[in-house]
């Protein structure tokens, strides 16, 4: 039997609809002085490091993580379910920060026309985050193309450094999605008009500087890690860095401001650090550190989370993140919908609406594979099933029966349709587990461990692969990395979010597969070492019929078209 | 006799011991209320466009325009008049505010390190206004290239304008220094990663989307203005325009924020709007309409300036700018120094220190050409003689009697060292001249008069040419400007700012030439059609030693380097 849902608005008109709080409210609620914040406009406020000083004595609110199964086009609403949690866990009484990742321009102009939440578990205000919000991403647009600049021009000033101009791979950014500009001559023109070379432009997401601005503790540390950015390779090969440059002052002057952290408010009011976005794929895919610490000094709980599946984003934050922040998750919740699992159990988009329960019994698997790579850390979890209209009674019965069957603790959601409300027996669950835990957090890998035993426990505990093969031009990149003493850094994996192999097609739990490692590059300022397994776009194209067409304001400024 | 100065403090020194009111202080004194006011810290504030239209029946304030000779490397001050004279005007009990242009990121990091008036007629914060500020200028550059990607992508997609791609006229920009990029080549790397052609940056300011920005005076005559921008021409060499991509919508909506003037205080807590900053060359160099018009609404006098010298700055406002404004300046301020009128005189930088009134004699020649320009128009004027320390009592009272001796009213200034106060002598004669004047303004050509003829009435009565010589190439524009229902247009000259001839060698007055026009660009969105007489630099390279070197933050966010 089906079940019904009356008909919805669209994400804006929800959140057109709502009703905020001034932004000064949701600050009372908080311990923070009136000094420590700078509002921008009505709705929005940066939060001064000053309250990480001032609070280093108090004790770390409760980092939940919410991560997912695999990622499919039939949607699992993550970040939904991230928002909702924390409005849950509000409405239980417990003190509850969000801390999410701010979204990038290129999308939302291109596919997905806005990224903050859904329905009624969405951040606010909708239009601000979804286009220029306070400014970051411009920010690290800034830094990064001024580092470009100064790099071409020490280059045209007489090269003193000897930077090989074929093995610079700092590239330059644009926070936008324009494929035309991802392999580009420049330089052209005579000798006036700089030295010509290959050049290319990532979305400004995929910036170094991006990872480095989310993972940095400090503004000294910013700097640090800035300092500590490898731009690319003299004539002798040897790494050329933007402190060998001098101009890790400048970016970091240029970052101030950007590095404090934001915050807004949910549709229900509850408070939400918006701060940071990098990639999940050659970067971490986690808001910054400094978000998360902000949220943990101003709340008891904290829900945070992390980029694609379990397999990217979760294993990042683990790995990546944790060290930096300090402190590692108390629980984490694994998100998926019937219409996922029933896209790894084989089927396509347009077989979503018929009940297939042979397909979730498939599909399954891919939840289970996640769930056992979070015991792997032992960690505590819950399943967030987030139920979605064409669902049938039989789908979700199955779905519990199978994990009361495993004992995986799970619990149903509905967190688009009723905000908090439908994200209570999760906040239950989450509580609950917590409260069970021994606290067991273990690391797959230590600094200590190979370049080559990191990447190996990745692909088989978190993979559920057969080994690794690192290909000849890896293995090169290898000698380079151990030779330059970046061997200790953590592994940063840049594969297809679908799959939990190397092939996006490979959907559900793959077997007997091993995982190619095609390159090896070091982000030194990020501090960790991308281990790529395909070719990854780190800058995307515009579909036929751009969002960007559907948009528009009013006479009065009033926002259409960002759904 | 020398005069003597005691050591001075640098620029942001003397703003950083500076005690800001805060923002909201400031707006107090102002006919503004609670809703029309976005705060973006403690220290700026963006204004709501509901203020022209709630004090719409309001009488505007009066408009003194500050406008200066032809600028030299001795520096003129302009700024820092604009800023004291407005302080001045404030003490004298005259409810003023200051409009002025917002920095670019380029120069401030390239040469300058920051540009926002001097010493004690400053505008603060100082780091803010010189960094990002509210983010207009990222506003403005995200607009530029997301309308170059839609470009490119439209082409990619099938090109179903028919746009031919060695004539596309739309560049991408970056708010840097950046030489390597004036001229590339995008679109390489297969059928997957564009259609290849070649391209090139122009500097943010310079982008024609700035021009419209801050000619436009709501949001409906912006995206109006924007749909009007011709991006090329296609295959059977018609405009394509915004209007043809349908992306006005999307393009005034990351406008939209950027379009609220922002509201800043001078050292002595006057209020001073900074909004918007195009080139003075290629575009018409004057901050936005609306801050102009919010400023007028708001003050009983307002003190604003433009690009350059009189013969581009002040011709680009009193023809560009003002139909837009729907109003006139009430007075006009010629900025000089002694320095710089001995530079006009013949002589080198490093002659400057030493007394020479031989050629303060010969250099006074140029002032002269501005006052007759001034005159031309039909308004009233001072000219602001701004002391500097190596200026000589015989050389400031020879500047004095020349004056006295032509009937030309004059004002000694030392906004730099004592801000308003510097300046009460230079605002008192700026009040004594408009309560004499008879308002007599009329512009110098009509839009009827025909391309070439408003070409020569620039030329001759602004440059004191004998004529236009229109070259072959710009002869077949102005058929295609002509044919396109273009002719009606003003004309935004480009041409250096240093001469009042097309020869940037030529300084003082020089006599005997003609102007030749090499190019006519239209510039359809902003309004106005381009005249070129030499190579115009839209992407400013970096020198040896950039700025950006010296640039540093402390780990309390205490910025240095920006002087």
Redesign the interface.
């Not at 700078?38 to 009505?42: I, M, P």
């Not at 991802?182 to 023109?189: D, E, F, N, S, Y």
């Not at 960007?548 to 400024?557: F, H, N, S, T, Y």
């Given at each position: 039997m089906k079940r019904t849902k009356t008909a919805v608005p669209s994400d804006i008109e929800i959140a057109q609809q709502a009703s905020m709080k001034k932004i000064t409210e949701i600050v009372e609620q908080l311990d923070i002085e009136e000094e420590e914040i700078?509002?921008?406009?009505?709705y929005k406020a940066?939060l001064s490091?000053n309250i990480l000083n001032r609070l280093a004595q108090k004790e770390n609110g409760k980092v939940i993580l919410v991560t997912a199964i695999n990622p499919t086009p039939a949607g699992e609403g993550k970040s939904t379910v991230t928002v909702g949690l924390g409005q849950a866990l509000n409405k239980l009484g417990k003190k509850t920060v969000i801390a999410m990742r701010e979204p990038s321009?290129g999308p939302t102009?291109g596919l997905k026309g806005g990224a903050a939440g859904g329905g009624y578990s969405q951040v606010l205000p909708m239009e601000?985050i979804n286009?220029?919000f306070?400014?970051d991403i411009?920010?690290i647009?800034?830094a990064n193309?001024?580092l470009?600049?100064?790099i071409?021009?020490h280059i045209?000033?007489?090269n003193e450094l000897q930077i090989d101009t074929r093995r610079i791979t700092w590239k330059?950014v644009?926070?936008?999605?324009?494929?035309?500009?991802?392999?580009?001559?420049?330089?052209?023109?005579g000798a006036?008009?700089?030295?010509p070379r290959e050049d290319g432009f990532d979305i400004t997401v995929a910036s170094e500087i991006m990872a480095v601005f989310c993972l940095a503790k400090?503004?000294?540390d910013l700097?640090a890690r800035l300092a500590r950015i490898v731009i690319g390779y003299d004539v002798n090969q040897k790494p050329v860095t933007v402190k060998d440059l001098?101009?890790e002052?400048?970016l970091?002057?240029?970052l101030?401001?950007?590095s404090m952290p934001n915050l807004v408010q949910t549709m229900e009011h509850s408070p939400a650090i918006i701060h940071g976005g990098p990639f999940a794929n050659i970067a971490h895919g986690c808001n910054s550190v400094l978000g998360t610490q902000m949220a943990a000094k101003l709340g008891d709980y904290v829900v945070t989370e992390a980029g694609f599946g379990a397999d990217l984003g979760a294993e990042k934050f683990l790995h990546i993140k944790t060290p930096s922040l300090g402190y590692h998750p108390q629980a984490v919740v694994i998100v998926a919908t019937v219409r996922a699992i029933k896209m790894h159990g084989g089927l396509s988009k347009d077989q979503l609406k018929m009940e297939n329960l042979e397909a979730l019994k498939l599909g399954i698997e891919n939840v289970k594979k996640h769930v056992e790579t979070i015991q792997s850390f032992g960690l505590p979890y819950v399943i967030a099933l987030n139920e979605f209209v064409t669902d049938t009674e039989a789908e979700i019965s199955y779905v519990q029966e199978w994990c009361k069957a495993h004992e995986i603790p799970m619990a149903l959601t509905q967190v688009w349709e009723k905000g908090g409300e439908g994200g209570l027996k999760l906040a239950e669950a989450v509580l609950s587990e917590i409260e069970k835990s021994n606290d067991e957090f273990t690391p797959l890998y230590l600094p200590e461990n190979t370049v080559e035993q990191k990447l190996e426990i990745i692909a088989k505990t978190v993979y559920g692969a057969e080994g690794v093969d690192i290909l000849p031009t890896a293995q090169k990149q290898l000698q380079l990395i151990v030779g330059e003493g970046w061997g200790h850094l953590p592994i940063c994996m840049a594969k297809t979010q679908y799959s939990l192999s190397d092939d996006a097609k490979k959907l559900g739990r793959p077997q007997n597969f091993t995982i190619t490692i095609r390159e090896l590059k070091p982000s030194v300022g990020a501090g960790f070492i991308v281990a790529l397994t395909g070719n990854i776009m780190t800058m995307p194209?515009?579909p036929?019929e751009?969002a960007?067409?559907?948009?528009?304001?009013?006479?009065?400024?009033k926002?259409t078209?960002l759904f």
């Open positions: 700078e509002l921008y406009g009505k940066k490091h321009l102009m601000d286009l220029h306070t400014g411009h920010a647009t800034t193309n001024a470009a600049a100064m071409d021009n045209h000033q007489g330059r644009v926070d936008l999605n324009d494929r035309a500009l991802r392999k580009v001559v420049i330089g052209l023109g006036t008009q700089g030295v400090d503004l000294k700097k001098n101009v002052g400048a970091t002057l240029l101030k401001d950007a194209g515009l036929k751009p960007a067409l559907k948009m528009d304001v009013d006479e009065q400024g926002a078209g």
